[in-house]
Every structure is written in structure tokens, then in C-alpha cells.
């Protein structure tokens, strides 16, 4: 993909969807990103910052954008872990490889390893290794940064320096100076992507962790025709499911870095639009000039689902009567800022990325959110009253922005977003012989 200028989707979850079918179950965590306290036992003190000097000896300095804040950059990884006492990590599994100018980017799905020590090891297009292995570490979570090696093809982590690892092959993501300034791509993070369709989303990045061979049919069709990318999550350290949504959404950051300008994080349930503003999405993003605006962050309303959605296609007529944006109209007032608000980022400019908000921009250039009013954009979160309980839990606390009230979807989008779901359903699932 050579537009880096679209708007691109991200789509993340256990259950991913076609828009006529969702039973819209949010995975949603509560768990903020932070520091950790370095667990006690099995550390090692080394002074990895001259450790750093002594093995990174291709250093990118050339490079714009390789020093953070006038320093190298793996010091500056290694100052925010605020310690040089680095525990051995008990295993890593990797999920991909990204190779940026200044920098390789290993991503990884092992749960709750931070500050953890890791091996970089290189081999080239006839998969020997490459020099002796580089120190790493895990920082920030789900990320291991590695110098960049001339000559490198694949790039592996292991958790001793002769240790077993698997070669990743290394996603681009080198800066193309021809195309670079040019078209905007927007991409997102969620679990479907007609609706996204009618905003001006070009493409999505979808996490697959568990999904049955009925969803996985509209899934692969969306493949086919280009839209959709699939990264699949392998479970190695049991957890819940709702606590793969940090791997989706640190890999997404990195992923859309380089590749998607701007980058909407927003989950199954949710629908972004904008309001009074009378373009979509992208046209909205396009028109952002001010270079500190890493983000844009709109607020949301609770569009209330009462009745659990057919678990098959049947009908045309069955969906316009089911359709999410057909069937529910009662709806809370409107969340306070930055209440479980969702986001348009610029993946260059955010080093850590949240459900909700940015933990933390890159520093120095002043970068923050701009924060819409309603009239400007709003998320229609089209929320399940049964699953996983959450009208017990959660309505009463929603219901103090507001009385209930009817609300609609928009009509300049509702027809279009209706055709094109009754076309993929239709193709993908209206096969008599299947």
C-alpha cells in the first residue's frame, strides 16, 4: 500500500463481525496503561545504557527523527522505563516486524511483561545471523525496539542470548519521499467497517483471536478485495478475552504508523460521525493544518440496545429490520469529555496509545488532542443491554448526561450504508449450494 495519505480503519477483537449480525459485546478495558513496579527476584543489574553504546554500533543518526529529545534514541527508551534493572523475560511470543528509518519494531503478544530483557537477533537472505545478538527490552508494553543492521532480512527476539526464536519478516515501513506528503489514509480499529465506508475509511487492520468459520467467510471477503489486512493472535499466557484489546490497539499504533496518516480507534459497537461538520471523516481530517494536533477526540452518546441480533443472514427484509442503525433509536445524553471518548490519531506523533485517550505523545513538539464538540462529531456507541451485563452495571451511571431520548442515525448516510451491507450479505452468504 503506497497511499500514506488515506484514512485507514483498525479493526481488534475476539468476535469479528459483519454489520447485519453483531451482538455488539464491547471489549472494553478499564485498565489504564502505567508504569510497573519491578517484580522482586531473578533481576540482574547492567548498566544498559553502556551497554547501549557498545552494541549499537549502525546507529541511524542520519537519520531525522532518530533522537528523542537531542538524545539516542534506546537511552530515551531505557530513561522512561526509570530503571536499569531489567528482568529476565520467562518467554516471548512475537507478533510482527516493522522496519522504520531509524529503527526496527518488534511487536509481541506476551501479557504483562514490561522492563523485561529480550535478545534482537538479525539474520540475512540466506538466514544466517548477524553479528552477536543486541539487549533489548520490553518498553513500552507489547513493544521491543531494535537497532536497525544492514543486511537484515528477518528479525527474531529470543530470552537468552543463544536462545530459540522465530524469524519475522520485516513489514515496511520506511518513509517513501515520492508519495509521503501527499494523499491522506485513514484507517481504523474496530470490529466492521461498512459504516466506516460511508465516512471515507479506505482500509482496515483486523486482529483475529477467536472467530467462527461463519464470520470468517464476510472476514476473507474482505481480504480478497483488498480492504481488509488480518493479523491473528496466538495465545500463549492465558487471559480473558477482553485483555487482547492493548495487543490490538499497541500493534494497530504501529502497524498504521508510516502506512495510515490518521488512524480512528473505535470498537464493533460504535459508529463516528461527524454532525454539523458537512463532510465525512476524512474530508474533516484533511483539513487539519495545525502540525500539533496529533488526534482528534469526539465524545459519546449510548444509542441503547435492548434485543440480541440474529445470529444468521436471512433476507434483505431481514435486515432492514435488524440493522443496528435501523432497529435502535433510544439514546442517553451525551458523555462528559473524555468519558470513554474514542479517537482519530496520527500514529507519528503518539508513542503510547489507549482504549479511550493517548497515554503519551512523542515529546518536544507540543503535540495534544483536539477535543470536538458534539455539534462537531459524536460516537453513536450502539451498546447491548445483556452482554456481559452491562445495562446492570453501567446504565444507571450513563443515564445521570441526560433523560433517554430518540435519536437517529443519519439519513445522507443510512441508504448508502444499507445498499452495501445487503450487497456483501447477499454475495457472501446468499449462495444457495453453500
Known amino acids: 500500500m503506497n497511499n500514506y495519505y488515506q484514512l485507514g480503519l483498525i479493526i481488534i477483537g475476539s468476535f469479528l463481525f459483519f454489520d447485519v449480525f453483531l451482538n455488539d459485546a464491547s471489549i472494553s478495558s478499564r485498565v489504564q496503561y502505567s508504569r510497573l513496579s519491578l517484580p522482586s527476584g531473578n533481576t540482574v543489574s547492567v548498566d544498559l545504557s553502556s551497554e547501549i553504546d557498545n552494541q549499537t554500533t549502525e546507529k541511524a543518526t542520519a537519520v531525522q527523527g532518530y533522537e528523542i529529545e537531542g538524545e539516542d534514541r534506546f537511552k530515551w527508551y531505557l530513561k522512561k522505563t526509570a530503571s536499569n534493572v531489567i528482568q529476565s523475560a520467562p518467554n516471548i511470543t512475537t ?50 525496539n531494535c537497532p536497525k543492521r544492514e543486511g537484515t532480512q528477518k528479525i527474531g527476539l529470543s530470552v537468552t542470548k543463544n536462545g530459540e526464536f522465530v524469524p519475522l519478516p520485516l513489514v515496511d515501513r520506511m518513509l517513501k519521499s515520492e508519495w509521503w506528503p501527499r494523499i491522506t489514509k485513514l484507517g481504523h480499529r474496530t470490529k466492521t467497517n461498512q459504516n466506516f465506508r460511508t465516512k471515507g475509511v479506505q482500509h482496515f487492520y483486523m486482529y483475529i483471536h477467536n472467530a467462527s468459520i461463519y464470520d470468517l467467510k464476510v472476514i476473507n471477503d474482505y481480504v480478497r478485495t483488498g480492504e481488509v489486512e488480518i493479523h491473528y493472535l496466538l495465545e500463549r499466557d492465558q487471559r480473558e478475552d477482553s485483555r487482547w484489546q492493548m495487543v490490538g490497539i499497541t500493534d494497530c499504533l504501529i502497524w498504521s504508523r508510516g502506512e495510515s496518516k490518521w488512524t480512528i480507534f473505535a470498537d464493533l459497537d460504535e459508529r463516528i460521525l461527524m454532525t454539523e461538520y ?24 449510548w444509542v441503547l440496545k435492548t434485543e440480541l441480533m440474529p445470529e444468521m ?63 462537531e462529531g459524536l460516537v453513536r456507541h450502539y451498546r447491548d443491554q445483556t452482554l ?34 445487503k450487497r456483501r450479505a447477499k454475495y457472501v452468504y446468499g449462495n444457495q449450494f453453500d
Open 313 to 375: 443472514y436471512e433476507s434483505d427484509s431481514q435486515i432492514d429490520a435488524w440493522m443496528p442503525t435501523h432497529r435502535f433509536h433510544s439514546s442517553t445524553g451525551i458523555g462528559p469529555v473524555g468519558h470513554t471518548a474514542k479517537c482519530i490519531i496520527d500514529s507519528s506523533k503518539v508513542f503510547i496509545m489507549w482504549v479511550h485517550h493517548v497515554t503519551e505523545f512523542f515529546p518536544g513538539k507540543g503535540y495534544h488532542l483536539h477535543i470536538l464538540k458534539p455539534k
Open 278 to 301: 458537512p463532510g465525512t471523516i476524512l474530508d474533516y481530517v484533511r483539513e487539519i493544518r495545525n502540525e500539533t494536533i496529533a488526534g482528534v477526540q469526539f465524545r459519546q452518546q
Open 95 to 144: 507478533l510482527y516486524a516493522y522496519e522504520f528509518d531509524h529503527e526496527i519494531t518488534v511487536t509481541t503478544t506476551s501479557w504483562k511483561m514490561i522492563r523485561r530483557r529480550v535478545y534482537c537477533r538479525y539474520l540475512d537472505k540466506d538466514g544466517n545471523e548477524l553479528g552477536n545478538p543486541y539487549e533489548s527490552f520490553t518498553y513500552p508494553e507489547y513493544i521491543v
Open 388 to 421: 456481559g451485563k452491562w445495562g446492570q452495571k453501567w446504565l444507571s451511571s450513563t443515564l445521570k448526561f441526560g433523560p433517554i431520548r430518540v435519536t437517529d442515525y443519519p439519513t445522507k448516510y443510512l441508504g448508502r450504508l444499507t445498499e452495501n451491507v
